[in-house]
């Protein structure tokens, strides 16, 4: 009579993208320390592309050959094995910057780290949202930013957190020319100042400090032509 012979395809693991080449089994009821060469081991799940959903998958095993043994002496039995496929880590990281205009922000931007096949943010279900102190917020600063709402079967979605970066804006202040006739006295102060660059409507009223200038004209005597630099202005957006 022919032995019992049964042929076991092992069961593996992977994380989606991943692409495996099948060869694991286990030969159980080979006599007279037989051997088997090599044997045929397919799963549907053994692509990159295959997905979460349908997992596990069927690994199976069939047409033994080469070796010691010979398959006319063994009443085969074929047991399939399982593939099963895990979801890979998708990290998504939100950030935004945008220079001081006035304008409470609202909103974000995101960069995805993670993505496999070739496969792009369209493959993702949900609609991101944004949230932290970036929301609502206007003046120069670095502000937190979160983003959350989209889901995947293939991927576990990590999201990290980010910042919204308010740079100031550039205002350029500017003194107007002064003038006086050589009387032996030091020239002292200046004439007043242009300013270019405020934004939303904005004026003088929103800096700080205490306008003063300098340069060469502060204490100048002789006739001649000095600079006259303004100083002294603060502002935590400009």
């Given at each position: 009579n022919k032995a019992a012979l049964t042929l076991t395809a092992s069961d593996v693991t992977k994380t989606y993208g991943q692409s495996v080449a099948l060869s694991a089994y286990v030969a159980s009821g080979l006599q007279n320390g037989e051997t088997i060469g090599s044997v045929s081991l397919a799963s549907p799940g053994a692509v990159a592309t295959a997905g979460v959903g349908p997992s596990p998958y069927a690994i199976t095993i069939a047409n033994p050959v080469g070796g010691t043994f010979s398959l006319a002496n063994y009443d085969v039995t074929y047991v399939s094995g399982l593939l099963r496929v895990g979801k890979a880590t998708l990290t998504v990281t939100p950030g935004a910057a945008k220079t001081y205009d006035g304008n409470p922000f609202s909103g974000g931007s995101v960069t995805y780290s993670g993505f496999v096949n070739s496969e792009t943010p369209s493959v993702l279900g949900g609609s991101l949202t944004y949230g932290g102190a970036a929301q609502g917020a206007s003046g120069a600063g670095t502000y937190s930013l979160t983003a959350s709402g989209q889901n995947s079967a293939n991927y576990d979605i990590v999201y990290a957190p980010g910042n919204l970066v308010v740079?100031?804006?550039?205002?350029t202040v500017t003194a107007?020319?002064?003038?006086?006739?050589q009387d032996g006295a030091p020239y002292v102060g200046g004439a007043g100042v242009t300013y270019a660059g405020f934004v939303?409507?904005?004026?003088?009223?929103?800096l700080g400090g205490l306008l003063s200038y300098g340069g060469t004209s502060q204490g100048a005597v002789a006739a001649g032509t000095y600079a006259i630099m303004?100083?002294?202005l603060t502002s935590p957006n400009y």
């Open positions: 740079g100031k804006a550039g205002l107007l020319p002064g003038s006086k006739v939303a409507g904005q004026g003088a009223a929103q303004p100083m002294g």
